[in-house]
């Protein structure tokens, strides 16, 4: 089993940034996707970015210019650089990691985006 343990969540103004980080521990396998989503109260979990671990990524289409994701391989970490926020970006963002049928979630880390 993998554990992963995010950081960097906060309040910010609208148009300000922040960057999440996610550790790991356990067993990873060299193969394997990394990434974020984000649940909002009273919606769906939802992807924001992903990226696998020979550097193929998918970015949700909200976030797209906005939002960077990048890895450490030898670290097996995953940020998430976040600029321009907007309100609706307002949401628990969890670190997740997927090898094969492994799926292992973090405990989420709140990011509030307010005036």
């Known amino acids: 089993q993998v554990q992963l343990v995010e950081s960097g969540g906060g309040l910010v103004q609208p148009g300000g940034s922040l960057r999440l980080s996610c550790a790991t521990s356990g067993t990873i396998f060299s193969i394997n996707t990394m990434g974020w989503h984000r649940q909002a109260p009273g919606k769906q979990r939802e992807l924001v970015a992903t990226m696998s671990s020979v550097g193929s990524t998918n970015y949700a289409d909200s976030v797209k210019g906005r939002f960077t994701i990048s890895r450490d391989n030898a670290k097996n970490t995953v940020s998430l650089q976040m600029n321009s926020l907007k309100p609706e970006d307002t949401a628990v963002y969890y670190c997740?990691?997927?090898?094969?049928?492994?799926?292992?979630w973090g405990q989420g880390t709140q990011v509030t985006i307010s005036a």
């Open positions: 997740n990691y997927r090898a094969g049928a492994l799926v292992s």
